[in-house]
Structures are given as structure tokens and as C-alpha cells.
């Protein structure tokens, strides 16, 4: 692909183009997939009501399918604050009281790690659809048992991996599984912050329940609430697994009683020998969020949504000519200068992945999606299968980090990852 | 490949040809030449450049350049006639520009002569081991010479040959014009081209210094480029690349054994914005 065929491609489409055979999941975000739908709505009952579940429920505004008639937290101030955006919606403190309420069709699980396993496997056994937050669960024991409940209830489950459901990621990962891009040679993931991650806690009694993100009795820290979003990047785009990985991390400033680390490095190798790495600390942030897929012929930075050809052809003086001699113009093109060479070009601009701003990271196609699925019963291939591996790798990392050890997936713990 | 051919001005069909060869990018516009025809050069051209890659760049194994170089001291390394001329008319502009062109300069030391042809045999030796040859000084202007003969040959009066920006070349004219303008990027000059060429050297557009003055193998940095116009690319590269590595005080008796080139100090001017 030349420069121009790369920025008409990528510098002033959409989504246009991009094969919904192999993002099966996105027809609920589709107009004829809304179409079909016509009225129908899904009842919703949203368990955990904190920062998360009240985003889930501010997007839910925006889906037309969504009804969204309970709540359910132990923590009365964030149930109020849920009700305050869904007044008419029933409450619960016990979720298993939200199970047996018949007129829930679909759950959206959004409580901390350590919990998602017991209430999504409850949610089975209510008959109910489930959409949980990622990481999918505490441990990989745990995340294989819910993944063959899930399927064996014939229930929708979806887990909350919304860059699964991201426009850029979506056309990206097109272009890169059709190869447009030459063989993916590397991928990489940041996430950095300057903060203690910790929130406000009103009583010294509620540290471990409202900062339940920094102990390990709840949550793997930075490897389960960060680098689950990103290590899908490296599977998605090349259609297979890592088969090791390695890593480190420690508490290198944040030493305030916190269990989870604060610093964490770790490297995923695939067959084929691409490595894909996610780095993480949260005491810098200079260089913030960062997904990079990194191919022969191409970069593209995922989180800043430009691509940059690995060997940019200068903009041709001499192309211009073509239109002026057209107009029978005599014209004075300004191209004459030091070689230029693939080496000098670093300061490429690169392209827009989006033609315009695209606002959102999927989430609210996330949930279209999923009322999508719910409402029709069906299950899209595949998107469970990705979800389900990015969370096996970030609790493979954490593992790995923990024991010091290069580490694979379990045997047991394998499901077919099929080939969309 | 990029491929353009316009026909919406009947008076001057135009053909747009783009494509990487050499470590950089080559382009050219014909005029008035029939369509299919355009492409069969373009297809004709790019198969030239490719060759003459496989014979000029030193870092491609199974070269060439690259082959003479590995050979060490005094093993003689058959070539073919090209290169045997061009290895000839390479020595010939050493001693013609006082050293100052030398495509042995990013050798460890300087050795003079760097490498030994016979004729009969149609071979070139190194004169040490540590001598290695280059083409990054020459191989541009003398690939725009094969191609314009190339398109004379096949009957292209009237075209514009760019390759990498620093090596340019027009034939005949412009189809509304007496030559080709040509403008230089940051800067105040401007060049016509009538079935004459332009080179210009410098340091790299990030500022990167990367040519080497021979006498003292130290790299050449400098606040202006020089640009050399006459007839051959070909000279035009070696003049440019000479000039630019010599001392001011060198350059008139330099360019005075080279009849119909002139060169240019291209300085940067700037906005002010």
C-alpha cells in the first residue's frame, strides 16, 4: 500500500469496508441490527453500583433496547447515587435477591474481582444473561469454570472487554489480520499514572471494601484492572496465542500498606516468536496510555488512533504537475533538496485511523451489543473466546510475576479460540 | 508502483510514475507519451533501477559492490562492462577533483588509488583490506543518465526524472514551458532545466551530517547545501558531493576541468512566521 492508497484507506473512511464475518459481535451496533429489533428492550439489573456500574448505567441511557429496572449494592451511598439515575428501578443490597426477581432478563456484573466468579455463576443458574466487567474472574480456575457454565446455559455472556467493540480497534485489527500492514513483528503496551489509585474512604472500616483494588484478598492490582484491556491486542491481531511469558514487578514507591504492585513489566511470546510486552507503573504518567502494534510496513498506535507507514514516501513534488499541466499551467514545483531516505523521515505525521473524531471507547457498543444478544437469544461466536484469553493472560502475568518463573497457559484451562 | 496517466489536457497527456528503488524514491513525468506505452517504461525502468541496485548497493548480498568489498587486498573480482566503466570514470573523478570525490571515502584509511581495474581482464582488485567502496555519492545522478538514455532510445522527448529530491533531470520540456522549473525546499532558488540535470548535496533533512571529506574522513557539516546543474546527473552527483566535502578555497580549480557545470550555495530561508 503507498502513501496515497494508505491515507485514502485510512485517512477518510469509516467504518465502511470492514467484513462483519469476522467481527460477528458488532451486528448489534449495526442499523439493521437495531433494526430487527424494532421495540423490544431487555431488563436490565446492574450489581455494583461504584464508579463503574454508574458508567454502565449512563451509557445504558443511550441504548434504546436497555430497561434497566434494579440495582444492587451493599454500599448504600453508591445504590443511591445508581438510583438517582434510574429512580424507578428496584433495589437490592442482597444480589441474590436480584436473581430471583423474574423481571431481570440480564444482569451487568460490575463488583470487584474477587466477587465476579460467584455472582455470574449464580446468574447462570437464575437463568439470567450476563455481562461482567473484566477481568473475568480472581483466578484461571475460575475464569474456565465460567466460561463452560456460561455456554453450557445457553445463556448470552459477554464479558466487558469494550475495545472488542471500539470503531478504530475494529478497523485496525481488519487491516492487520488481512495483512495490509506486513506481518505484526511486535506489540506493545503501556499504561502509566501518577496517582495511589486509592479513593476516599468515608470510615477506616471500609479501606479493604472501597480500595479493594490495592489487597490481594480482592484483586491482582495492575496485571487484572489494566493490562487486561490491553493484552487482547496481541492475540487479536494475529489470531493465536502467546504460549509463555515472563514478568516483574514490586512496590517501588507507593508503600503506604497496599499488597498489589505498583510497578509491573511483563513479556508475552507467541509461536512465531513476536513478542508483546505490558509495562505499568503509577507513580510517572509522562508518558501515559499507549497500545502499539508495531508491523513491517507499518506502525499504528492504537490509543492515539493514527497509523505511520514504517517507510513514508515524501509528499511528491512532482505529482502536483499532473493537475497544473492539466490547467496548462507552467509550474515551478518545490522539491528539490538532500536525499531523502527512509531514515529521515521520522517525523511523519501518519494518519487519522478515524476519518473524524470518534468519540467513546466501545462501551456503549458494548452494551448495545450485548441487549442485542439478549434480546435474540444468540450468542456471537468468538467474542467470549477473546475476552475469555485476555483475562487468562493478565492472571498468567500476574502468576508469572509472583513465582519468577516463565509461564504457559495450562492444558486444562485451554478452550478453542477459533479462527474469526 | 504508482501509476497517474492523465489525458484531461489532449494537448499534453501526462504519465506520473512513483516507486521505491535504491533506498529511496524514484519518480518521473512523461508527456505525451501514449498510455500503454508509459506503462511498459515505467514497468522498463523499474527493472533498470533494479538492476543497477543489484550492482551499486553495497549492503545488498550477492552485489556487486558488495562482493568487491568482501574480496580483500588484491583478490581480483571479474565485473562486467558497466561496472567496469563506471569503476573507471569513479577513478577518473578522484584524481579530477583532487580526492575530493572518492567513493572509497568511508574507508578506514585513505589508499591512493583505492582499487586496481585491468582491462584486459576485465577485473578490479582493492589496493588494501581496508578499503571499501561506496556509491552513494554517484549511484543516483548515474541511474537518471541509464534512464534518460533508456526514454530517448524508446522515443520520450519530454520528461522530468526525480529521484530522492536530490537528483534531477529533465529532458526536453515542459509542455507549457521552455524547460522545467525546479524549486528548491526552504530556500530562495530556483532552477530550469533544458535536457539538463541538477544535484544537490548537504547534510540530511533532520540535519544528520553524511557526507565524508576524503582527506580527513571526518564527516562534513555544513549551514548550506551546494547544487550543481549541467548536462549529466551523473557528474552533476560527483560535483556536488566533491564541492561539498572540499574547502571553499578549492572549488574554482575543481569545477575548472568540468566545461557546462556550474554550482550553486543553496542557503535555508525562512518565513519569519
Same mark, same amino acid.
Given at each position: ?31 439493521? !441490527?437495531?433494526?430487527? %429489533? ?15 456500574? =454508574? ?5 445504558? /441511557? ?31 443490597? *442482597? ?26 455463576? *449464580? ?17 484461571? #480456575?475460575?475464569?474456565? $469454570? ?16 469494550? =475495545?472488542?467493540?471500539?470503531? /478504530? ?7 492487520? =489480520?488481512?495483512? #495490509? ?65 515472563? &514478568? ?53 498506535? %492504537? ?12 509528499? +511528491? ?19 528539490? !533538496? ?8 521520522? +517525523? ?10 470518534? $468519540?467513546? *471507547? ?23 473466546? #477473546? ?10 502475568? $500476574? ?22 | ?34 498510455? #500503454?506505452?508509459?506503462?511498459? %517504461? ?31 587486498? !588484491? ?31 568511508? +574507508? ?30 554517484? @549511484?543516483? @545522478? ?12 524508446? !522515443? ?38 533544458? $535536457? ?10 533532520? &540535519? ?14 555544513? *549551514? ?14 560527483? %560535483? ?34
Amino acid at each position: 500500500m503507498d502513501r496515497r492508497e494508505f491515507v485514502r484507506r485510512f485517512g477518510a473512511m469509516g467504518l465502511a469496508g470492514i467484513s462483519l464475518s469476522a467481527f460477528p459481535w458488532l451486528e448489534g451496533c449495526t442499523r439493521a !441490527g437495531k433494526d430487527a %429489533l424494532g421495540k423490544e428492550k431487555v431488563r436490565l439489573g446492574l450489581v455494583g453500583t461504584g464508579s463503574r456500574g =454508574r458508567y454502565h448505567l449512563g451509557n445504558l /441511557k443511550m441504548v434504546p433496547q436497555a430497561e434497566v429496572v434494579a440495582l444492587c449494592d451493599v454500599y448504600r451511598p453508591n445504590l443511591d447515587m445508581a438510583s438517582a439515575i434510574f429512580p424507578e428501578a428496584r433495589r437490592y443490597e *442482597d444480589y441474590r435477591l436480584l436473581l430471583d426477581d423474574s423481571g431481570v432478563d440480564a444482569v451487568i456484573i460490575a463488583v470487584p474481582l474477587h466477587l465476579h466468579y460467584r455472582i455470574a455463576i *449464580d446468574s447462570f443458574s437464575a437463568g439470567k444473561h450476563v455481562l461482567c466487567e473484566k477481568a473475568m474472574a480472581y483466578t484461571m #480456575e475460575e475464569c474456565h $469454570d465460567m466460561y463452560m457454565k456460561g455456554r453450557a446455559s445457553g445463556k448470552v455472556f459477554f464479558v466487558g472487554q469494550q =475495545r472488542l467493540f471500539d470503531a /478504530k480497534y475494529i478497523k485496525v485489527m481488519d487491516a492487520v =489480520r488481512k495483512g #495490509e500492514f506486513g506481518p505484526v513483528v511486535n506489540v506493545r503496551n503501556y499504561w502509566f499514572r501518577n496517582h495511589d489509585w486509592r479513593r476516599t474512604v468515608p470510615s477506616p472500616d471500609l479501606e479493604r471494601h472501597i480500595n479493594w483494588r490495592l489487597y490481594r484478598e480482592y484483586s491482582r492490582g495492575l496485571m487484572t484492572e489494566l493490562a487486561c484491556h490491553q493484552l487482547q491486542n496481541g492475540t487479536w491481531a494475529m489470531g493465536m496465542l502467546p504460549e509463555k511469558v515472563m &514478568g516483574t514487578g514490586g512496590i517501588v514507591y507507593w508503600n503506604d500498606g497496599r499488597e498489589v504492585f505498583d510497578s509491573v513489566c511483563a513479556i508475552y511470546t507467541f509461536p512465531n516468536g513476536v513478542n508483546m510486552t505490558f509495562e505499568s507503573v503509577i507513580a510517572n504518567r509522562h508518558f501515559g496510555m499507549g497500545e502499539q502494534i508495531l508491523c513491517k510496513d507499518a506502525t499504528i498506535d %492504537l490509543a492515539g488512533g493514527r497509523l505511520y507507514m514504517e517507510n513514508p514516501k515524501p509528499r +511528491s513534488g512532482i505529482r502536483q504537475m499532473i493537475g497544473d499541466i492539466e490547467k496548462g499551467i507552467f509550474s515551478n514545483p518545490v522539491f528539490a !533538496g538532500t536525499s531523502w531516505s527512509a531514515e529521515s523521515a521520522s +517525523s511523519d505525521p501518519g494518519v487519522a485511523v478515524m476519518p473524524e473524531k470518534a $468519540d467513546g *471507547d466501545g462501551s456503549v457498543e458494548m452494551l448495545q451489543a450485548f441487549c442485542h444478544s439478549a434480546i435474540t437469544g444468540q450468542q456471537p461466536p468468538h467474542v467470549l473466546e #477473546e475476552a475469555y484469553y485476555a483475562s487468562l493472560l493478565c492472571l498468567l502475568g $500476574d502468576e508469572a510475576i509472583l513465582q519468577g518463573r516463565t509461564l504457559s497457559i495450562p492444558q486444562e484451562f485451554m478452550i478453542d479460540y477459533g479462527k474469526s | 508502483m504508482e501509476f497517474i496517466y492523465s489525458d484531461r489536457n489532449p494537448s499534453a497527456r501526462t504519465a506520473f510514475v512513483s516507486f521505491d528503488a535504491m533506498h529511496t524514491v524514484f519518480e518521473m513525468i512523461l508527456v505525451n507519451v501514449e498510455e #500503454e506505452k508509459a506503462r511498459r %517504461l515505467a514497468c522498463d525502468v523499474e527493472s533498470l533501477l533494479h538492476s543497477l541496485q543489484s550492482l551499486l548497493d553495497r549492503h545488498a548480498a550477492g552485489s556487486a559492490f558488495s562482493m568487491i568489498n568482501a574480496a580483500g587486498e !588484491g583478490v581480483a573480482v571479474g565485473v562486467d562492462d558497466e561496472l567496469f566503466s563506471i569503476l573507471q570514470f569513479c577513478e577518473a573523478f578522484r584524481r579530477g577533483t583532487y580526492g575530493y570525490f572518492d567513493i572509497s571515502a568511508l +574507508s578506514v584509511y585513505a589508499v591512493a588509488p583505492p582499487y586496481v581495474l585491468d582491462a584486459e581482464a576485465r577485473t578490479v582488485a582493492l589496493s588494501s583490506g581496508h578499503v571499501m567502496l561506496d556509491a552513494g555519492g554517484f @549511484g543516483k @545522478g548515474y541511474a537518471l543518465d541509464r534512464v534518460k538514455e533508456l526514454l530517448a532510445a524508446e !522515443g520520450v522527448s519530454d520528461c522530468l526524472l526525480n529521484f530522492g529530491d536530490s537528483s534531477v533531470s529533465g529532458a526536453g520540456r515542459h509542455p507549457f514551458g521552455d524547460g522545467w522549473q525546479v524549486s528548491v525546499k526552504d530556500s530562495a532558488d530556483m532552477f530550469c532545466l533544458r $535536457d539538463g540535470s541538477l544535484s544537490i548535496s548537504g547534510c540530511m533533512p533532520d &540535519g544528520k551530517a553524511h557526507i565524508v571529506n576524503p582527506a580527513s574522513r571526518q564527516m562534513v557539516s555544513r *549551514d548550506y547545501m551546494i547544487a550543481v546543474e549541467g548536462r549529466s546527473a551523473f557528474v552533476c552527483e560527483v %560535483l556536488s558531493t566533491a564541492l561539498f566535502a572540499a574547502p571553499d578555497e578549492m572549488r574554482q580549480a575543481l569545477m575548472s576541468s568540468f566545461d557546462g557545470y556550474g554550482y550553486t550555495e543553496i542557503r535555508k530561508c525562512y518565513s519569519g512566521i
